[in-house]
């Protein structure tokens, strides 16, 4: 049973993202998909859930980017990744002003970052990135991979696995692949399960 608090907050992710059904449906995908292998790490209790409530709102400042740059199909230039960059921090800063949310904000804020030191917005690495953005991120690029990216084409599920584990110590952290690795059908199937997407807009 969905908590009245989940709904609410559901509802509020909807209407904050509601501009872009193919960014709403990767959000509510991404809650499922990021709990089950939250479970394979032994991750629940507050930790569970701040993850969950990351994983719906991790693009919630997406709403913040001019919508010209949101919605523009070709490619970005220079300036407007630099603006797109923003959303971790913005949509961190939305989340953390509620006070119901404000302990999934630095999830929010890390989830582009990298094991390795080469994301963004802080470049934090290794155990020095929370544990569940470290899993968002694993979670975050498998879906967009199967969903099809800006100018890139949808991947099956085992070509998108590829490519995670070759990333596996630069962009992503080892013990989350692995932890993926096991998980690996169950997370297809759940993925899957979810409402089909027919949008290709990106997840920066
Ligand atoms: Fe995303
Ligand atoms: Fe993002």
Redesign the pocket.
């Known amino acids: 049973m969905v908590e009245p608090y989940d709904a609410s907050l559901t509802a509020f992710s909807v209407l904050m993202q509601g501009q872009d059904d193919a960014?709403i449906r990767?959000?509510l995908r991404?809650r499922e998909v990021c709990g089950a292998l939250a479970a394979e790490l032994g991750i629940e209790g507050r930790a569970l859930r701040d993850l969950e409530h990351a994983a719906l709102l991790?693009?919630v400042g997406m709403f913040r980017i001019p919508p010209a740059i949101r919605a523009k199909p070709g490619p970005l230039t220079d300036e407007e990744w630099e603006e797109v960059h923003r959303h971790p921090d913005l949509g961190a800063e939305l989340v953390g002003g509620i006070t119901t949310l404000e302990s999934c904000a630095d999830i929010v804020r890390s989830?582009h970052e990298w094991w390795d030191g080469s994301g963004y917005p802080r470049g934090l690495s290794g155990e020095g990135i929370p544990l569940g953005a470290r899993v968002l991120a694993v979670i975050?690029a498998f879906?967009?991979m199967c969903e099809g990216e800006r100018e890139k084409p949808k991947r099956g599920p085992d070509e998108a696995r590829e490519e995670i584990h070759r990333c596996a110590g630069t962009q992503f952290d080892p013990r989350v692949v692995e932890a993926f690795d096991r998980g690996f059908d169950a997370l297809v199937r759940l993925r899957e399960g979810g409402e089909p997407a027919s949008g290709t807009s990106p997840?920066?």
Do not use: E, Q, V
Request: overall charge negative; glycine content about 0%; proline content about 8%.
């Open positions: 960014t990767h959000c991404l991790h693009d989830h975050d879906d967009t997840s920066p």
